[in-house]
């Protein structure tokens, strides 16, 4: 993902990381390249001796990195985001630890990252060998079926994640099986109620959101045309927001494993951006992961 990387050379300060139970080779990997590069700096947190062996069989540098002993997956995650809400670190990464334990320290309520009236959502950037730009894309992981409050807070998340990758008014298709509005079909109604929302700006400013829209409209002009859906958003759409997580999921694993796109995603939401990387994950996807949350922390 050259477009990410082009624009953090512009930034002025290197952030720092937090990786929850870094002892999986994975995941010292993404962050070792990511500190050679000069994208952040990196603390570890899990077994020393574990994060040593790795580093000794694959040849790394330890010294880069600042370790903090943890031998408890449930304590590395909490230290993780302690060190996030007392401003030590600017991104916390899940290492080893599963989805679950991790997501509990974030959400703890006394001692957490996320605000009370916070919603968490997961934003991806796809780079589609099939597509002429990148897409952001939400939320393929952490929302199931988001209401119009949610779908409010992803239009705002992928707006700013596209502002930051240098798209000055984002276009935004809100996904649907139809471009038209049925009463029986939520997805289009909810994106009818929010598509003029956007238009009274009563979402946020410097973007273009419409739909209903199905997919082959937003991001093919040929589609468009057959289907006579004019809009300026149809074949050229900078960001996709789903109507639920399975066809969100769906075609992000879809792109991925089939088409062999090239992703970073993050968890946005709470008090610091957080790389929620899948055990299939490629190291490049967790250093693209890496480097999205750089560029937004």
């Known amino acids: 993902m050259c477009d990410i990387y082009e624009v953090l050379k512009n930034n002025t300060r290197k952030k720092r990381i937090a990786v929850a139970y870094a002892n999986d080779c994975h995941s010292i990997e993404a962050v070792y390249r990511a500190v050679k590069m000069e994208l952040v700096e990196a603390v570890l947190i899990g077994d020393r001796d574990e994060i040593a062996k790795v580093c000794q069989a694959e040849g790394y540098d330890m010294s880069v990195f600042e370790i903090e ?3 408890s997956d449930v304590g590395a995650a909490a230290k993780a985001v302690a060190m996030a809400r007392e401003g030590a670190v600017d991104i916390i990464m899940k290492g080893l630890v599963s989805t679950d334990k991790y997501m509990r320290a974030i959400l703890n309520k006394e001692k957490g990252l ?16 099939n597509y002429h730009k990148l897409l952001v894309v939400s939320d393929v992981a952490v929302i199931p079926l988001p209401d119009l409050t949610q ?28 471009e038209q509005v049925l009463p029986k079909v939520q997805a289009t109604v909810d994106a009818a109620i929010l598509s003029k929302m956007a238009e009274r700006n009563q979402i946020c400013a410097s973007h273009i959101v419409d739909g209903p829209m199905a997919l082959d409209v937003a991001i093919d002009k040929e589609a468009a045309e057959i289907k006579k859906v004019k809009s300026v958003v149809a074949g050229d759409a900078d960001c996709l927001v789903f109507p639920n997580l399975e066809s969100g999921n769906v075609f992000y694993k879809t792109n991925t494993k089939i088409c062999k796109s090239n992703q970073g995603a993050i968890m946005v939401g709470a008090k610091v951006p957080s790389v929620l990387s899948s055990r299939g994950d490629s190291v490049e996807t967790k250093l693209n992961s890496i480097a999205l949350a750089a560029l937004l922390a």
């Open 69 to 71: 002993h943890e031998t």
């Open 114 to 129: 996320v605000a009370s009236n916070a919603i968490l959502s997961h934003v991806t950037v796809m780079e589609c060998p």
């Open 151 to 178: 779908k409010i807070a992803m239009i705002k998340y992928v707006t700013s994640t596209a502002q930051a990758l240098g798209v000055e008014c984002p276009k935004i298709a809100l996904i649907a099986p139809t």
